[in-house]
Nanobody
Framework: QVQPVESGGGLVQAGGSLRLSCAAS????????MGWFRQAPGKEREFVAA????????YYADSVKGRFTINRDNAKNTVYLQMNSLKPEDTAVYYC????????????????????WGQGTQVTVSS
């Protein structure tokens, strides 16, 4: 199994940028599609972005499309979420998750499909 560990969260002003990292420990991240989710205070956890294990396919929530970029470095077993033009409504705890996929270009935005979750990293965007 793989254990995601997030890092890179923090406090940033609106319009700023942050890059989150998700290191997959335990075994190689190859064969695992990865996703980022977030949960704001008082709200349900929501999908942000996903990437196939080949990195050939990515998918984004409409709310972050054009501002966030997901990518991965399988040699480092790490997935990244580059967040630009941040808004106060992006404030949330961001979670990284992993799911085993047979096909190299498969991914999913369905939270319930993910098997392994990190502990989360806080992102706070001030206005």
């Amino acid at each position: 199994q793989v254990q995601p560990v997030e890092s890179g969260g923090g406090l940033v002003q609106a319009g700023g940028s942050l890059r989150l990292s998700c290191a997959a420990s335990g075994r190689t991240a190859r064969g695992y599609a990865m996703g980022w989710f977030r949960q704001a205070p008082g709200k349900e956890r929501e999908f942000v972005a996903a990437i196939s294990w080949s990195a050939g396919s990515t998918y984004y929530a409409d709310s972050v499309k054009g501002r966030f970029t997901i990518n991965r470095d399988n040699a480092k077993n790490t997935v990244y979420l580059q967040m630009n033009s941040l808004k106060p409504e992006d404030t949330a705890v961001y979670y990284c998750a992993a799911v085993s996929k047979y096909y190299s270009n498969s991914y999913t935005a369905r939270e319930w499909e993910y098997d392994y979750w990190g502990q989360g990293t806080q992102v706070t965007v001030s206005s």
